[in-house]
């Protein structure tokens, strides 16, 4: 499988985490102040993010470059159950999603509003969808169900069909009226992220590829400034010189208002030595009255209103950059992160070598490794889902040990031949 500079998470941490650090720490109360904010990073919260980060970055490069020995074989996937497997996660997540979106979709008038750019629909919108714990939460399978499509010709020797083509156009087109009706971005770039790494990875090498991160920016902020345009931009139009400046304000100050939260709370003097932000899907995992239990035995909350108190700020993401710090104090926090590190590098290393484990995993787990300064999403609960069902399916893909040798030689050519057709062609598969 081909990688680019930019598929290193080591590489990811130097170039875009620790420049977000900096900004943030430099950053002066004016720049905060539009976010209803103050500049709360200390010297030695600035001190402790970069440790972290490093500490990251060498974790995962040492993953990286680490050779375990031989790849193992695995055997392909049976078209027969590898349909049945995409039916059953493309049904549930559908469900999953429609359930979500129901009472928005119903009201063709409030669709009309959030079109029109009415900035109280959006959030009227947010409000109005039905949350339902651990049922909706399975609309975040999308992401894996990219990622099965996209490794279709891997996993199981054969084309992507037509029909399969058009359920993948349908689940980015899903994720799109998300994004606008739900508000919510990160359900788009959760499939394009992983669609792009592995046609990235299947492609012939080009310079557009090497480049990919500069073109991905730029689409990022057009995206954001469209969003933007029927969220909020109404509410502040008459303050802002234009769309342009304003949206490339708010997008800059997601991640840099997020590492000030996450400083904030730090200074809070929370350290619970137990994994509060680290692992939010604990919390709301659907069992009545689990939150209450974990608040009893430990003190935390997750609410982020009571968490950032006092700063008065408009977005309330806590960083994850100092997620485990806040959990485990500045020692428990820093090997979290190279424990973090290492797995990353580890799947990025199995991904190259075109391990299952990595091809599948890889994908998902890199979103994760942009959101850091503004999120821990590995232990968001919306990425519980995909992450639990990504490590059943690898499951499926059991080492040849007990294989033939005749079936192992004719499985071995048919996933060489199947890298070469790939490689002339140019296709994804």
């Known amino acids: 499988m081909n990688s680019y500079w930019w598929y290193r998470p080591s590489r990811i941490a130097l170039v ?28 030695e919260d ?6 972290s980060i490093a500490s990251f970055a060498a974790a995962s490069w040492f ?11 695995y055997a392909f996937l049976r078209g027969d159950n590898y349909r049945p497997l995409l039916f059953v996660l493309v049904a549930v997540a559908t469900a999953a999603a429609l359930v979500l979106l129901l009472p928005v979709l119903t009201d063709p008038q409030l669709i009309s509003r959030i079109l029109q750019g009415d900035t109280g629909a959006a959030y009227l919108a947010r409000d109005k969808v ?15 169900i990219v990622v099965l499509l996209m490794l279709r010709q891997h996993l199981t020797g054969r084309r992507r069909t037509k029909g399969e083509n058009l359920v993948l156009g349908f689940v980015i087109g899903l994720a799109a009226v998300k994004a606008v009706l739900h508000s919510e971005r990160l359900a788009l770039i959760e499939l394009l992220l992983p669609l ?6 299947m492609r012939r090498r080009s310079i557009v590829w090497g480049i990919a991160p500069i073109l991905g920016v730029v689409a990022l902020f057009f995206f954001f400034m469209i969003t933007e345009s029927l969220r909020s931009w109404a ?24 590492v000030n939260n996450g400083a904030f709370v730090y200074n809070g003097g929370h350290s619970y030595f137990f994994p509060v932000l680290s ?9 009545p009255g689990l939150d209450t239990y974990w608040a009893s035995i430990t003190g935390a909350t997750v609410d982020p209103e009571t968490l950032l108190a006092g700063l008065n700020v408009e977005f309330d993401n ?21 424990i973090l590190g290492y797995m990353s590098g580890r799947l990025f290393r199995r991904f190259v070598e075109g391990d299952v484990l990595g091809l599948i995993l890889f994908p998902t787990w890199y979103v994760g490794v942009l959101e850091v300064s503004r999120v821990l999403y590995w232990g968001d609960s919306r990425y519980l889902p995909p992450l639990v069902i990504s490590l059943l399916v690898t499951l499926i893909f059991k080492p040849r040990g007990t294989t033939s040798g005749r079936r192992q030689a004719t499985s071995n050519r048919m996933y060489q031949g199947t890298l070469q057709t790939s490689a002339k062609t140019g296709l994804p598969g």
Do not use: C, H
């Open 16 to 43: 875009l985490m620790m420049p977000i650090a900096f900004f943030a720490y430099t950053a002066s109360n004016r720049f905060y102040q539009q976010f209803g904010a103050f500049n709360a990073i200390t010297g």
């Open 46 to 51: 600035f001190f402790l993010a970069w440790l």
């Open 63 to 73: 993953g990286e470059v680490l050779n375990t020995g031989p790849r193992k074989q």
């Open 130 to 144: 039905d949350k339902i714990p651990g049922v909706t939460s399975q609309q975040n399978l999308f992401s894996l």
């Open 196 to 201: 792009g790494i592995l046609a990235g990875g």
């Open 235 to 258: 509410f502040y139009a008459d303050n802002m010189d234009s769309l342009f400046e304003f949206a490339l304000a708010r997008l800059i100050g997601y991640y840099i208002t997020a």
């Open 279 to 287: 692992a939010g899907w604990l919390w709301r995992f659907p069992i």
């Open 318 to 338: 806590i960083s994850g950059i100092f997620a485990p710090l806040i959990d485990f104090g500045p020692v428990g926090g820093v090997i979290v992160w190279i």
